[in-house]
């Protein structure tokens, strides 16, 4: 179905431009970190001895098959939190993660994953869908195919919709394959920034406040457009389309 030059009635744009503004908030909030730490995100992976380089992936993908069932279980128990509350869990463990260099960095990373994975699974509740469903399940594992908060986001990968709404076995590797290495990346420099001597705690700390508020935002992104289309009945591609356009056209800058 062609759907690029659907004309969205005016409160749809408005809506559109309201997820812009959250993807652009989460973004702007990695760059803070990195003034704040004083450095370049991509000179700290270089830091990370190398079969923690190697094995990162591998490790990364295998984190997150585990944080999905381990975060859903734990909804049964714990009720979900405020955001704030998050964001100290957050950065306590990551502080914690950092006293011991690389270490107790790697120690910290799966219970960071899954925490992360508990805020998503909490946004998604929040717009009324159900994160026991297998499509809410794979929608919050895209939400880390965006670039981590300590890089440039793209803006290209908001939603693998089409996936999605073929989800089967081979859709849930594909899009795993996929993300994976995109959260490798962005844990590689977190992993990196905790392992600096004496500075460790705190950066761990920074950093993990920048992902427990960056990824709750782009699940908001994730979840307020496909909300959008079953609310209005138009279709994802051409509101993802807007959203886009919107992140990348010339009011960006505005």
């Given at each position: 179905?062609n759907?690029?030059?659907?004309?969205?009635?005016?409160?749809?744009?408005?809506k559109?431009r309201?997820?812009?503004?959250?993807?652009?908030?989460?973004?702007?909030v990695?760059?803070?970190?990195?003034?704040?730490?004083?450095?370049?995100?991509?000179s700290?992976?270089?830091?990370?001895?190398g079969?923690?380089r190697i094995?990162?992936?591998?490790?990364?993908r295998?984190?997150?098959?585990?944080?999905?069932?381990?975060?859903?279980?734990s909804?049964?128990?714990v009720p979900?939190?405020?955001?704030?509350?998050?964001?100290?869990?957050?950065?306590?463990?990551?502080?914690a993660?950092g006293i011991g260099?690389?270490?107790?960095?790697?120690a910290?990373?799966?219970v960071?994953?899954?925490l992360l994975?508990r805020?998503?699974?909490?946004?998604?509740a929040?717009?009324?869908?159900?994160?026991?469903?297998?499509?809410?399940?794979?929608?919050?594992?895209?939400?880390f195919?965006?670039?981590?908060?300590?890089?440039q986001?793209?803006?290209?990968?908001?939603?693998?919709?089409?996936?999605?709404?073929?989800l089967?076995?081979a859709?849930?590797?594909?899009?795993?394959?996929?993300?994976?290495?995109?959260?490798?990346?962005?844990?590689?420099q977190?992993?990196?920034?905790?392992?600096?001597?004496?500075?460790?705690?705190?950066a761990?700390?920074?950093?993990?406040?920048?992902y427990?508020g960056?990824y709750?935002?782009?699940?908001?992104?994730?979840?307020?457009?496909?909300k959008?289309?079953?609310?209005?009945?138009?279709?994802?591609h051409?509101?993802?389309?807007?959203?886009q356009?919107?992140?990348t056209g010339?009011?960006v800058?505005?």
């Amino acid at each position: 179905m062609n759907t690029q030059h659907i004309e969205l009635p005016a409160p749809v744009l408005a809506k559109i431009r309201n997820l812009a503004t959250r993807h652009r908030n989460a973004s702007g909030v990695g760059i803070t970190v990195i003034n704040a730490l004083g450095g370049q995100a991509e000179s700290w992976l270089g830091r990370l001895p190398g079969p923690v380089r190697i094995g990162l992936d591998g490790a990364t993908r295998s984190a997150l098959v585990q944080a999905s069932k381990a975060a859903h279980v734990s909804r049964g128990a714990v009720p979900d939190q405020p955001g704030w509350v998050n964001t100290a869990v957050g950065a306590a463990m990551g502080a914690a993660g950092g006293i011991g260099g690389t270490a107790t960095a790697l120690a910290e990373l799966p219970v960071t994953v899954t925490l992360l994975m508990r805020i998503i699974q909490g946004v998604a509740a929040e717009y009324d869908f159900d994160p026991a469903e297998e499509s809410v399940q794979f929608d919050c594992l895209t939400v880390f195919a965006s670039a981590g908060p300590l890089d440039q986001d793209d803006g290209a990968e908001t939603a693998f919709i089409s996936a999605r709404l073929a989800l089967n076995g081979a859709a849930l590797q594909k899009v795993l394959a996929a993300v994976s290495p995109k959260l490798a990346g962005a844990l590689g420099q977190k992993l990196a920034a905790q392992a600096v001597p004496i500075l460790g705690a705190a950066a761990g700390a920074a950093i993990n406040f920048a992902y427990t508020g960056y990824y709750r935002e782009m699940a908001h992104v994730q979840f307020g457009l496909r909300k959008l289309s079953v609310d209005t009945g138009i279709n994802e591609h051409a509101l993802l389309r807007a959203l886009q356009k919107e992140l990348t056209g010339p009011d960006v800058q505005s």
